[in-house]
């Protein structure tokens, strides 16, 4: 079974930075797509950002200057946060896509204190 674990969440005042890191059992040369997306109270999940196969990246308006998502190994991706504000608050879960099927995380805790 393929496991998706996110981690490094937690509580940072606003300005302040964050690294999440995702790590997959997945084997690298299947994964196809990993992206971080966020899912505040009573709301869909948002895509935050998210890195293609080829090395493509796109982001939400809402962190374009701010977050930056990047491959740390074939298994594992990191999104940096920098400049929080309140209204990243969420849980931010990772999303891992292969050519068959699609892995999420359990998700991680953001909380930003103005």
């Known amino acids: 079974q393929v496991q998706v674990v996110e981690s490094g969440g937690g509580l940072v005042q606003a300005g302040g930075s964050l690294r999440l890191s995702c790590a997959s059992s997945?084997?690298?040369?299947?994964?196809?797509?990993r992206g971080w997306y966020r899912q505040y109270p009573g709301k869909l999940r948002e895509l935050v950002a998210e890195?293609?196969?080829?090395?493509?990246t796109n982001y939400a308006d809402s962190v374009k200057g701010r977050f930056t998502i990047s491959r740390d190994n074939a298994q594992k991706v990191s999104l940096q946060m920098n400049s929080l504000k309140p209204e990243d608050t969420a849980v931010y879960y990772c999303?891992?896509?292969?050519?068959?099927?699609?892995?999420w995380g359990q998700g991680t805790q953001v909380t930003v204190s103005s």
């Open positions: 997945l084997s690298g040369f299947r994964i196809n797509y």
């Open positions: 890195i293609t196969r080829g090395g493509s």
């Open positions: 999303n891992v896509r292969s050519a068959m099927a699609n892995y």
